[in-house]
């Protein structure tokens, strides 16, 4: 499909028996089939707010998807005007553009494939999106496992330091208060100040330390 046949808009007046949507993260392909015509009718970029509001203009008809990243929040959005929703797998998309694109896939032809897809297999078994509800359970566990993340790798990085000041730090070691005795202990040498010829030299070798920010 090339690009002299796309569209820069669709029509709210139409009747559309199905539409495709290819989401990317900030616009989405549309491949959009009359309901008296077999020919869809292509955009190639329309942003999320363009097609919200379009949805809102046009009769309750069948979108189909992908399951990505913000693909339940746009089919609550498209169920609360009134529309029907089918997620359909990247892989049975892909298996369909093998097969009738001979595996040209293109943003448009994933668009062209999802709204095939949704009227022609009727044995198709659609993936269920997320309620409200899981999207925020899901957003909770993929925050706390970041700040997991985040926990072990400067837990790992303030051992080496530590080490470093030959304060022992035996893994799985979590005595926070023998931990700080060790590292008051060596409080003076820590912060002691650097010889002179030390303090040039070091700083010679780091031109950028000690400039200003003017």
Known sequence: MTRKNTLKSLPTDTEFRVVG????KSDVSVAAIPVDDNTPSLVDRMTYADLLDWAGKISPT????APCNGYSLLCLQLENLGHEIKVISGWTVSMW???HLSGQKTDLNDAIALARLAVSDAELTP?????ITEIRIQTVQAVRQQ???QRSKSIVSFKALAQQWGI?????HRNLKKLRESIEAKVDLIT?????PCCFCW????????????
Not at 192 to 196: A, F, G, S, T, W
Not at 203 to 213: L, M
Request: hydrophobic share 40%; with cysteine.
């Open 168 to 172: 022992p730090c035996a893994a799985g």
């Open 21 to 24: 949507l290819d989401l990317a």
């Open 62 to 65: 069948l979108f189909a998807m």
């Open 192 to 196: 002691r100040r650097l010889p002179m």
């Open 97 to 99: 553009i093998n097969t």
């Open 203 to 214: 700083t010679q070798s780091n031109p950028s330390i000690g400039k200003s920010d003017n």
């Open 127 to 131: 993936i269920r999106h997320k309620s």
């Open 147 to 149: 700040l997991m993340s």
